[in-house]
């Protein structure tokens, strides 16, 4: 069996994580997701990597506290280490049955140090502080710390809400200061847009001339976005181009080695482990590599690192006559390989996009005449890349029974530049797992569930794209 390229434990799920870089090593902690009732109380587990292709389980890291300790879940926060090389870690507290004067239970800000480098964790219990007055205590959560030269203070972010306002519109990134990491003094918000219900996992950073604030929109969308200032007090501005990735993929958060940053979130797994089931909270973790575009704002693909990690080439039929021209002008062709492919791989593929072409892409997992699949589609009219399925649900047994009116996995787009010319298309298929990267700017996560095997293809609709480049690989691995 070959080595997942998605690192989830074989106990549970993986929640928010939280990295951090020590000594070239991702130390990943993350909240650990159990989905049994009663809910057991949330800890954060350990993860470790060096090259982001192998992953070290170290289980729990920071226990959760009793049924009747302020932090039976211990959720979301940071770590940070101070000048003498102690080690702070700042996390949620919640208890359900620790209800606050609103009746929802009460979130708080607590503290651990550890000395002996992160391998333990002393819990101070008397440094913990919930929401000041005018701020719901129900959301004060997900405490991210950094340290502001220009000001020599720490700052502490949190994803917070307002006690008065539109009841959907209260979500702000409130702020406190501290010189010693131990004593807090509640601020003015780090940033109020009074725009959604709140701004989760907060993440702040400095690359190059430029500020980066992420932040994972608790809203309808569920998606991890982010701003960008020439100041970490802002003014932030709205890239054209403003998310991580899809619905999928969620409160990710980022960590620096060597100038190179990555983003660290989770694949969400669907109810039933079906195509048709809702979201669910907590998945299968995934890695994409932030680059800095020359204009400041930020590209999204794999590591290289993980790329490599497929060198084992997968021969298909499809490779055989390159290049493929598929000119439809006003029909749709399909071409599929022989082969059926292996359940994990890597592919990409090259494609030369004419003017005027509506769609072109790969077709996953597809039946032997493309009738059924799975669908990466480019389309070039629309500027988009979309994540579809063939057919959608079938609600009986004729030709026409299926979900014509849906036309693509709605929360399961990406807006890109696919102007006339040529652009590459890469995905990663691992068991359920799918993540396609277009032009090395733009990700996409989604599970694939209801077709478990099948073939690749090529397609076009409504216009001409050749095929100039294609290679399929795979690890070797046991």
Not at 179 to 201: K, N
Not at 443 to 465: H, K, N, Q
Request: glycine letters at 8%; one cysteine or more.
């Amino acid at each position: 069996m070959k080595r997942p390229v998605f690192f989830q434990p074989d106990d549970g799920w993986v929640g928010d994580l939280i990295p951090y870089e020590k000594d070239g090593e991702f130390w990943l902690f993350y909240l650990h997701e159990d989905r049994s009732d009663p809910k057991p109380g949330t800890s954060w587990n350990l993860v470790t990597t060096k090259d982001l292709t192998q992953f070290e389980n170290h289980g729990v890291s920071l226990h959760h506290g009793s049924e009747t300790d302020l932090d039976f879940n211990a959720y979301t926060g940071s770590v940070v280490a101070d000048g003498s090389g102690v080690h702070h870690l700042f996390y949620t507290g919640q208890n359900p049955r620790n209800v606050g004067a609103d009746g929802a239970p009460l979130q708080l800000v607590m503290h651990a140090t550890s000395t002996d480098g992160m391998r333990t964790w002393q819990k101070h219990p008397e440094l913990t502080f919930g929401a000041p007055e005018g701020y719901e205590s129900g959301d004060w959560r997900d405490p991210f710390v950094l340290w502001d030269d220009s000001k020599k203070q720490w700052r502490m972010l949190l994803a917070a809400r307002h006690s008065t306002g539109p009841e959907r519109r209260r979500g702000v990134i409130a702020q406190c200061v501290s010189a010693d990491l131990m004593a807090w003094q509640y601020t003015d918000p780090f940033w109020d847009p009074r725009r959604y219900i709140t701004h989760e996992c907060p993440d702040v950073f400095a690359w190059g001339d430029w500020w980066y604030m992420v932040y994972s929109e608790f809203s309808e969308s569920f998606t991890t976005r982010y701003r960008m200032a020439k100041s970490p007090d802002g003014p932030w501005t709205v890239p054209h181009l403003d998310s991580i990735d899809g619905r999928a993929f969620y409160a990710s958060k980022s960590a620096e080695r060597d100038g190179r940053r990555f983003f660290f979130g989770w694949i969400a797994t669907k109810e039933n482990n079906t195509d048709h089931g809702p979201w669910q909270w907590a998945g299968t973790m995934s890695v994409l590599e932030a680059r800095q575009n020359p204009d400041g704002t930020l590209a999204f693909s794999f590591a290289d690192e993980l790329v490599e990690s497929f060198w084992d080439d997968v021969p298909v039929s499809l490779t055989s006559a390159l290049p493929t021209r598929l000119d439809v002008p006003d029909g749709y062709t399909a071409l599929v390989s022989d082969e059926e492919l292996p359940q994990q791989f890597y592919a990409k593929v090259v494609l030369d996009i004419a003017p005027n072409t509506t769609e072109c892409g790969l077709l996953l997992r597809s039946s032997n005449d493309g009738d059924h699949s799975y669908v990466l589609r480019l389309e070039p009219k629309r500027g988009r890349l979309v994540f579809d399925r063939w057919p959608r649900a079938i609600t009986g047994d004729a030709q026409w029974h299926v979900s014509g009116d849906v036309p693509f996995d709605v929360e399961l787009e990406r807006p890109c530049d696919l102007t006339p010319g040529v652009h590459t298309l890469e995905v990663i298929v691992d068991g359920d797992l799918c993540v396609a990267v277009v032009d090395r700017q733009v990700a996409l996560s989604a599970r694939m569930y209801d077709l478990t095997t099948g073939r690749i293809g090529v397609f076009a609709g409504e216009g001409t794209a050749t095929v100039t480049e294609l290679e399929i690989r795979q690890r070797t691995d046991n």
